[in-house]
């Protein structure tokens, strides 16, 4: 019950707060502090998380690498 719940909070979190880009596959691993947070805390987080990935040049290859 608890699984199904964080689930279903977690894909209204993604359809509202992101835009993946397509051609990329996207992993979204939930920890346990997942509970310890509100759902505004989390939503806050997720943001935060796909500024960085998505402001970078991930479609650039790093150089030196």
Do not use: C, H
């Not at 964080?6 to 397509?22: L, P, Y």
């Not at 992993?27 to 806050?44: A, C, F, H, L």
């Amino acid at each position: 019950v608890e699984r199904n719940k964080i689930k279903r909070q977690v894909r209204t979190m993604v359809a509202e707060a992101t835009d993946f880009r397509s051609g990329f596959d996207t992993v979204i691993i939930v920890r346990n502090r997942y509970n310890e947070r509100s759902y505004q805390e989390n939503k806050k987080e997720l943001l935060k998380i796909y500024e960085t990935v998505y402001n970078n040049d991930v479609d650039q290859p790093n150089e030196g690498v």
